[in-house]
């Protein structure tokens, strides 16, 4: 029997997960100091992104984790809110470029329509790669960005919507079986 080790939080947005030269402090930096330096991250959510996020006691866990995401065991599904009136299904499959770099990276995304609204649409996307900004560039790319996404989102379009709310995306885990 395999002991897995693991915490699940959820993660509002506007918090990093890693510090930086932007960020000052991120939360795994606060759970090590609380817990020890041995926890760590299992994946990773954007700074604008809230949502479930998944860290471990030890580096074996993070392992069995990251197996568990591999053989489909385990599935991240996002959601989010995106401008327009989106159709049904989009598969969205091409080169995008590695963080700051010229180097492409294949990706793939699954968009699916979950509800329309009167200007917006709220859909799951399902990751198949896990690249840097995946969904924001994707979505952005077939002319529905997220909303109130500053980096790739429609700056116009977001100061006419009038929400209570500033979130982008959310991750849930949908476990099979361990």
Do not use: W
Request: charged share 25%.
């Amino acid at each position: 029997m395999k002991i897995l080790i693991i915490l699940l939080l959820i993660k509002n947005n506007d918090i990093a997960v890693h510090s930086g030269s932007k960020n000052g402090i991120g939360l795994i930096d606060i759970f090590r100091l609380k817990f020890g330096n041995h926890i760590e991250l299992c994946h990773r959510l954007d700074k604008h992104t809230s949502g479930c996020l998944v860290l471990a006691k030890n580096k074996k866990s993070v392992k069995y984790f990251s197996n568990l995401l591999t053989t489909n065991e385990i599935k991240k599904i996002y959601i989010a809110i995106l401008k327009g009136r989106f159709k049904e299904k989009r598969i969205i499959e091409n080169e995008i470029y590695k963080n700051n770099s010229l180097k492409l990276k294949k990706s793939k995304s699954i968009f699916k329509l979950v509800r329309q609204l009167k200007n917006t649409s709220i859909v799951s996307v399902d990751l198949y790669t896990g690249r840097t900004h995946q969904i924001r560039i994707h979505a952005s790319q077939i002319n529905h960005p997220i909303l109130f996404d500053k980096k790739y989102g429609d700056e116009i379009f977001n100061s006419s919507i009038n929400l209570n709310f500033k979130k982008n995306y959310g991750i849930t885990f949908k476990i099979n079986y361990i």
